[in-house]
């Protein structure tokens, strides 16, 4: 007997640039000898190597791809930038004339918001450390405060009976959302019945405004059905609330956490291929609330904290050759002049590297070593390279995500950060460091002052 062949509906989906051969695209192999109409070389000898370089146009772009993404599927949406993920300032101030609010999960970054003359109310204010003084600033600029844990919220409560305001809160959730291991160390689960037992504690004390309910439910998530589940999930809580209370909640936060183009270590195919887009995330997220049971009067605002995918593909670090070697086993390695200390990323990504000058067709799987003299100092464990020479210069992509931020001084000092205006001009945004920076912060008690050798 025959068996009928089972019938797979057809689907088509948008593949980005050309067809992916098992190690990636061809694009690997292009040299990138500009970026935005810049010479690499010319860069390099005007501000130093290494050098980030980061494009405002790019980052307007990816913005309003993203916008763009979410407002048509939702009627009201409201992004918030996300400042750890790189808070120099002219990079948040291009995100805040673009109409982003700003997000914060330090006391730090709070202020820094404030300065970069953010309005308090268009602060939210994440994290689990936010000190009794944080608190009590947040509150009198009326900022979205997202509760932690039950010793904030009681933090809080005490504030707002000694000095008689209201503090704007709103609770950060965690939840299955199919995605293992769970990211449930921060906020109230929702599962287990905290976070709507934390909510009635709001709700009952009558001295705090609820605002909204958020969730963050991971880092460079791959999965829009995962954001659906959590939207459905944060749509329920805010049914309950209205059915409970006869309360809008204002706001949904779905936090962040939308991969960039980035390759994670391990991945089969490249990252720039295969990652969803802004337009899966927003129709996963839209569906999920405009199909919810959740049907109050004004449509709650959905608020947005991107922050890797709105920044990665933005930014650039170039950097030089400073040697090749062969290690014992005849292995090709090439030793550059930025090392893990200063691309942070590069433990959890396989960055894409181009050269930065026309090659031969010649490659070899080469292992990148920064400059540093760690073991650790591995810049990429293998890569198919042309072979480089010493003084070349590379180009490493999609490093506008956490490394501004997560950098370390350890062994070189930090490098130059410059951002290419929409006019094509470059700006220095923040210096490289030097010796005097860090002499300054040390102070030498004076029986240690001197000494003979
Ligand atoms: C880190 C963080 C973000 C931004 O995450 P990305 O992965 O950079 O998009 C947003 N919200 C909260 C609460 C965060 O901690």
């Not at 820094?112 to 936010?130: C, L, Q, R, T």
């Not at 947040?138 to 707002?160: F, K, P, R």
């Not at 059905?225 to 909640?249: P, T």
Request: with cysteine; glycine share 6%.
């Amino acid at each position: 007997m025959t068996t009928k062949k089972r019938y797979e509906r057809p689907v088509i989906k948008r593949l980005e640039s050309n067809m992916p051969a098992k190690f990636g695209g061809r694009s690997n192999f292009e040299a990138v000898t500009h970026i935005e109409n810049i010479a690499v070389g010319e860069l390099i000898s005007r501000f130093g190597s290494p050098l980030f370089v980061i494009s405002e146009k790019r980052i307007r772009k990816l913005y309003k791809q993203a916008r763009q993404a979410f407002e048509t599927r939702y009627p009201r949406v409201q992004f918030a930038w996300s400042y750890k993920t790189n808070y120099l300032s002219a990079v948040c101030n291009v995100y805040h004339q673009e109409g982003s609010w700003a997000e914060v999960v330090s006391g730090f970054e709070y202020d820094k918001a404030i300065s970069n003359g953010v309005e308090g109310s268009k602060i939210i204010f994440n994290g689990p450390d936010k000190t009794e003084e944080d608190l009590k600033k947040a509150i009198t600029n009326q900022s979205l405060i997202h509760i932690d844990h039950l010793e904030e919220l009681y933090m809080l409560q005490e504030i707002a009976r000694s000095t008689r305001q209201r503090p704007k809160v709103a609770i950060r959730v965690n939840m299955d959302t199919g995605v293992y291991p769970m990211w449930d160390r921060f906020g109230f689960n929702y599962e287990n019945g905290q976070a709507w037992d934390a909510l009635n504690k709001i709700m009952y004390s009558g001295n705090m405004d609820l605002m909204g309910l958020h969730t963050h439910i991971g880092t460079f998530m791959l999965s829009p059905s995962a954001y659906a589940v959590a939207a459905s999930k944060l749509a329920q809580l805010a049914r309950m609330v209205q059915q409970k209370y006869d309360h809008e909640i204002k706001y949904i936060d779905m936090g962040g956490g939308f991969a960039s183009r980035n390759t994670l270590k391990g991945a089969y195919l490249p990252g720039q291929d295969t990652n969803p887009h802004f337009d899966d995330f927003a129709e996963a997220i839209s569906s999920a609330l405009i199909n919810s049971d959740y049907r109050p009067k004004t449509p709650p605002l959905l608020i947005l904290e991107t922050g890797r995918a709105l920044i990665d593909d933005a930014a650039w670090l170039l950097g030089t050759v400073i040697a090749n070697k062969r290690l014992s086993d005849g292995k090709r390695t090439t030793i550059v002049d930025f090392g893990v200390n200063v691309l942070f990323t590069s433990f959890w990504y396989d960055h894409r590297i181009s050269p930065a000058q026309p090659f031969t067709a010649y490659t070899e799987d080469t292992v990148m070593y920064g400059p540093l003299c760690m073991n650790i100092d591995v810049i990429r464990e293998n890569v198919s390279m042309p072979l480089l020479n010493k003084g070349d210069y590379v180009v490493v992509h999609s490093v506008g995500a956490y490394n501004m931020t997560q950098w370390m001084q350890f062994i070189t000092l930090r490098p130059k950060v410059i951002m290419i205006d929409t006019e094509g001009n470059p700006h220095v945004i923040r210096q490289n460091e030097v010796l005097a920076n860090l002499s300054s912060m040390e102070q030498i008690p004076p029986h240690l002052a001197t000494f003979e050798l």
